[in-house]
């Protein structure tokens, strides 16, 4: 039986395909139509999930849409009837949309997907507990899923157990972590939806100046981690920005300008919203344990993205492990919704044995033969050079060893927002310099933004306080103090991002200013071509660490095909692409195109 679950309307909507409980494919949108997060009806990534299959659409059972259009817009409905007229031009604005498309889901997947069989509508949160429960390894766990909204729900935790779920309790919008976070996001000057990794990032420059306004004038925070925030402060409601001017007096001032500079009011502010966003997580997650009594908890929707959080609650809270769906956010729902039918709705037998999840290492999108990347760069006239598997890992190695910068494009593509090791750009975490370089020349974007290691599984440990996996690098943990370099007295007294240049490990390059690391542990079970480029880069220069950031620039998302690879190569000043058993040498190709007014076509954000 094949089950398709679909995420749309609001941002990174994807198609997942699940063929009797087992994931065949799962894709966002966003890389076949190369706009960013984009909201739009997955019509792409269905027809690839469906072509990944061999399949058409009248093979499909189900339909599982990831919410109830319904009753989010009965929700949209209440909320400007309770703040007009206030609301009168975000009205004007929203309505017509659900009018004329959003409302009629029904009809929209019939058009667009020529179906006409069964479509069912879990509940927003219940796709979200779905995706993190059904395809993690436990048996049973406490669920926790929190986002900026649902229908009404912004917050649920409940118990997975064998083949069913069953959510116990909730916070209502508008009281909302997500949508507090996504404020200050908005007030720093960054993209709402896309930005609030930029806070995360920016946070340990700071201080948490402002914590105490935020959860004593903000919110009313209890014990057991539920709150309410003093809506007085907040515009999303019924406006068209995030905050209110009480907002920006309570603060000191107006929003940021977005691509203005970054002052230390910016990252004082992003300490505190990232200190208490924290503080709320680790009362809920001591909750939930205390009111479930699992050892395990499982985690879904966009703030389980908050990967310092999530390293904390593994260290400070009773949980023995906790796992989180790799592509926590709306596109994940996409899958949610299709094993809720396959579990709940159709209440089919559920395997799992407290080690190995199902997720596949998250790489279920599409993949290349080397005849298909040959096509590509002869239709190009680029030259390159044909190598074996051994040849790839042993040359990457010796690449990296000399601070060349790589483009990794190998199997299938990783399903979530993290690059994992299928279509990443690599390079050597030891080199000091290596961070300013990638963020300035390869990237295109602000320097402050930390890079993650991919580290062989086995060594982990070794470089970091991490004693659990972390294959979809959705932990942060400390680098151990064996490995950290003292820091002068000078080096200590500097500043905001002045502390970038400052080497403070044997792996600068993946350190981030508080010591810290955003961790993907590599195995060979999933992912054996990467896994054995990094374990000979060990075996020769010493180091089971490496860079590994998202193949993509500023603005545009995460490369799919070889002509999207091909083209950021050629465009950046990265050294190397590896794509298949293929590699090609920028100083080989007949013209580089490095004229950076093509970011003009991405929206910054």
């Known amino acids: 039986m094949y089950i398709l679950g679909i995420s749309c309307f609001y941002h990174d909507s994807a198609a997942a395909l699940i063929k009797d409980g087992e994931i065949v494919a799962a894709c966002q949108e966003e890389r076949f139509t190369r706009k960013r997060h984009d909201q739009s ?76 069989g069964v479509m069912l509508f879990p509940e927003h949160h219940e796709s979200h507990a779905a995706s993190a429960f059904f395809p993690s390894p436990y048996k049973e766990a406490a669920v926790l899923t929190m986002d900026g909204v649902g229908e009404w729900t912004t917050a649920s935790f409940g118990v997975g157990e064998g083949n069913t779920l069953s959510l116990k309790s909730e916070i209502r919008f508008p009281h909302s972590l997500g949508l507090l976070y996504s404020a200050f996001t908005y007030y720093t000057g960054f993209k709402v939806n896309s930005g609030e990794y930029k806070v995360m990032g920016l946070a340990p420059y700071g201080k948490p100046a402002y914590k105490d306004l935020i959860l004593n004038e903000l919110m009313d925070l209890k014990e057991d981690g539920s709150f309410r925030l003093n809506m007085k402060y907040f515009n999303y409601c019924a406006g068209l920005t995030m905050t209110s001017d009480k907002f920006h007096k309570l603060f000191g001032g107006d929003p940021r300008k977005r691509e203005s500079k970054i002052t230390a009011r910016e990252m004082d502010l992003a300490a505190s919203i990232q200190y208490a966003t924290e503080e709320v997580l680790i009362r809920i997650a001591r909750h939930i344990h205390k009111i479930t009594g699992k050892k395990y908890l499982v985690l879904a929707g966009g703030v389980a993205l908050n990967c310092v959080a999530n390293g904390r609650i593994i260290r400070e809270t009773p949980f023995k492990e906790i796992w989180i769906q790799p592509a926590a956010g709306d596109a994940g729902a996409a899958l949610g919704a299709a094993l809720f039918v ?6 089919n037998v559920r395997t799992a044995d407290d080690k190995n999840d199902s ?25 390159y050079t044909k190598l074996t598997n051994a040849e790839i890992c042993e040359k990457t190695a010796d690449l990296l060893a000399t601070e060349k910068v790589i483009g990794w494009f190998e ?37 402050f933004r930390p890079f993650a290691p991919s580290v062989l599984e086995e060594k982990a440990s070794e470089y970091f306080e991490l004693d659990i996996k972390s294959p979809y690098m959705l932990l942060v943990a400390p680098v151990r103090e064996a490995k950290r370099r003292a820091m002068t007295k000078s080096e200590e007294a500097l500043f905001g991002i002045d502390k970038l240049n400052v080497a403070r490990s044997d792996i600068p390059a993946v350190t981030h200013v508080d010591y810290s690391a955003r ?37 545009e998302p995460i490369v799919e095909s070889p002509e999207d690879a091909y083209r950021c190569f050629m465009r950046t000043d990265m050294d190397y692409l590896v794509m298949g058993n293929i590699m090609l040498d920028k100083k080989c190709q007949k013209q580089t195109g490095k004229d950076k007014d093509w970011l003009k076509e991405f929206e910054l954000d």
């Open 411 to 447: 199997g299938r593509m990783e399903f979530g927002p993290r690059a994992l090791g299928a279509r990443s750009i690599i390079g050597d975490a030891r080199s000091a310099g290596m961070q300013e370089t990638m963020n300035l020349k390869i990237k295109f974007r602000e320097s």
């Open 359 to 383: 997720m596949k290492a998250s790489l279920v999108g599409p993949h290349y033969s080397d005849e298909e990347i040959e096509k590509v760069l002869k239709e190009k006239d680029a030259p």
């Open 41 to 116: 009806f997955p019509s792409n990534a269905a027809r690839y999930c469906l072509r990944e299959a061999g399949i058409t659409i009248k093979d499909v059972s189900y339909v599982a849409f990831y919410d109830k259009p319904f009753i989010k817009f009965e929700r949209i409905l209440e909320t400007y009837l309770a703040y007009a007229p206030s609301g009168i031009r975000s009205f004007i604005k929203a309505i017509p949309l659900w009018i004329k498309k959003k409302l009629w889901m029904k009809e929209m997947i019939r058009e667009e997907l020529g179906y006409d």
């Open 342 to 347: 396959w579990y709940q709705y159709l209440g």
């Open 519 to 555: 961790v993907q542990t590599v195995s060979e079970k999933s992912n054996p071509l990467y896994y054995g480029m990094i374990k000979k880069f060990y075996e020769k220069y010493g180091s089971p660490v490496i860079i590994n950031t998202s193949f993509n620039v500023r603005g």
